[in-house]
Structure formats: structure tokens, C-alpha cells
């Protein structure tokens, strides 16, 4: 069964740098990364990173935010700096399998950042 687990939200001052983790469980995932999903919109990408290390970034994170992976212990980890209040969101981690025969896509539970002016 795989399990996604989040820690690492919560409030911060525009400015300030919070630390995202996730860790995974019951399987090996080709890419894991997170997304965001604010008050009245869409779900988005913040940043990904397959296996090989290859990141991805959305524009509005480039600069500040950095993924990072530790294949031997499953996680993802999302260090944010120079925080702004836009980028107050629910976090969510993000698995993706890629079997022979399948691609499955896993959730966490979301994690709150807020970041006040």
C-alpha cells in the first residue's frame, strides 16, 4: 500500500525559507515532486524530480524554491525561500509509478503554508 506522508507547513512572515518533506512508502516512483492548490483555484505545479535527478519548476517558484530527492530513503523534499503571500497554498506531494503496463499517480494529504505579509 503506498503512503505519502507531509510535514514541514505552516506560518510564515514574506521573506522567510520553510522546509517541505514527504515521505514515501510501498513503492519505487519514477517522479515525485509537489503542487499547490489555493482558495478558489487550481491545483499547480511547484516543482518535480524524477530518479535521475531531473527537476522541473513552475515560473513562479524558479529561483526560490529547490526540490531535492533521497532515492534510498523514498523521500522529497521542498526547501522555499524567499516566501511570498501568493504563495500561500495547500502543499501536496506527489508520487507517480511507472510500472510496464500502468502509470499510477499517488497523493498526500496536503500540508498549509501560509505566509503573511
Known amino acids: 500500500q503506498v503512503q505519502l506522508v507531509e510535514s514541514g507547513g505552516g506560518l510564515v512572515q514574506a521573506g522567510e525559507s520553510l522546509r517541505l518533506s514527504c515521505a514515501a512508502s510501498?513503492?519505487?516512483?519514477?517522479?515525485m515532486g509537489w503542487y499547490r492548490q489555493a482558495p478558489g483555484k487550481q491545483r499547480e505545479l511547484v516543482a518535480t524530480?524524477?530518479?535521475?535527478?531531473?527537476?522541473t519548476y513552475a515560473d513562479s517558484v524558479k529561483g526560490r524554491f529547490t526540490i531535492s530527492r533521497d532515492n534510498a530513503k523514498n523521500t522529497v523534499s521542498l526547501q522555499m525561500n524567499s516566501l511570498k503571500p501568493e504563495d500561500t497554498a495547500v502543499y501536496y506531494c506527489n508520487a507517480v509509478y511507472s510500472g510496464v503496463y500502468h502509470v499510477s499517480d499517488y497523493w498526500g494529504q496536503g500540508t498549509q503554508v501560509t505566509v503573511s505579509e
Open positions: 510501498g513503492s519505487i516512483f519514477s517522479i
Open positions: 524530480v524524477t530518479n535521475s535527478g531531473k527537476t
